[in-house]
């Protein structure tokens, strides 16, 4: 079992920054592989860019690509979503997710825990 705890949520400009965090509890993080995923007001839940067990492979939505970088620390259990040149169309919930597959993309199903979310909303 693995909880998983967002942070790092909050009103921004745009063409602004923000670090979300994903701490996971448990020892075991490094089995993980892990996502970042959002939801925006009346639409559906959407991938946002994943990292492999071992950081090794990432891959990202091409609508952040070039802007949000996903990163992670094993040692800290914690899984980083480095936000760079925001938009107003990024407003939505965050949720980071946890795989235990070696990487998980874009697929929801792939994934076995979820975080409870933490609210970007980005002023344009």
């Known amino acids: 079992q693995v909880q998983l705890v967002e942070s790092g949520g909050g009103l921004v400009q745009a063409g602004g920054s923000l670090r979300l965090s994903c701490t996971a509890s448990?020892?075991?993080?490094?089995?993980?592989?892990m996502g970042w995923f959002r939801q925006a007001p009346g639409k559906e839940r959407e991938f946002v860019g994943g990292?492999?067990?071992?950081?090794?492979?990432?891959n990202y939505a091409d609508s952040v690509k070039g802007r949000f970088t996903i990163s992670r620390d094993n040692a800290k259990n914690t899984v980083y979503l480095q936000m760079n040149s925001l938009k107003s169309e990024d407003t939505a919930v965050y949720y980071c997710?946890?795989?235990?597959?070696?990487?998980?993309?874009?697929?929801?199903?792939?994934?076995?825990?979820w975080g409870q979310g933490t609210q970007v909303t980005v002023s344009s």
């Open positions: 997710a946890a795989s235990l597959r070696y990487r998980a993309w874009a697929n929801p199903l792939e994934y076995d825990y």
């Open positions: 448990g020892r075991t993080f490094s089995s993980y592989a």
């Open positions: 990292i492999s067990r071992d950081g090794g492979s990432t």
